[in-house]
């Protein structure tokens, strides 16, 4: 059995980013972390203790929905797991007919985007270097849920 090490992130959809970005770091105390890149006018990453807050900008201001990745709302949340058990959690979620989207292999971090019965998106979040891997085990792969096999990219 995976072990899940609670809550790596929440992520949610706004309408303005720019706004929302001041109003988490002025008004409610949050720092914008380093400890994930973030992509002005698209996302930030605010550090909340041992978790991340992510507030992405909406594509579509037309929409409301449940965890899903257009419109306002909510887009996923991630739960933290050890790099050890990446692959093995894909191969468990296959294993159970899952509908996964895609994994990335990052040199910081590792994503898993899948989904739940209701079409919920979620995440299983890997920290490698903070795990304790090699520069050799972190290496920069996408996995493709079809051929159930991972590719290198730039």
């Known amino acids: 059995m995976i072990k899940i ?24 105390g949050l720092k914008v972390t380093e400890r994930e890149p973030s992509k002005p006018g698209i996302e930030y990453f605010l550090d909340c203790g041992h978790s991340l807050l992510g507030i992405i900008q909406a594509n579509d201001l037309t929409k409301n929905h449940p965890f899903s990745h257009e419109g306002l ?10 790099s050890n058990d990446f692959v093995p959690m894909i191969e468990h979620l296959e294993k159970h007919g899952v509908k996964i989207e895609y994994a990335k292999k990052r040199p910081k971090s590792w994503s898993l985007y899948f989904y ?20 050799s085990q972190r290496v920069k792969e996408i996995y493709d849920s079809k051929s159930k096999s991972w590719k290198a990219y730039n």
Request: glycine share 6%.
């Open 116 to 135: 739940d019965l209701d079409e919920n998106k979620l995440e299983a979040t890997a920290w490698p270097l903070e795990d304790g891997l090699t520069e």
């Open 5 to 28: 090490h609670g809550i790596d992130h929440v992520a949610f959809n706004v309408r303005d980013l720019d706004k929302t970005v001041k109003f988490y770091t002025e008004v409610i």
């Open 73 to 82: 709302g909510a887009n996923h949340f991630s739960f933290r797991i050890h």
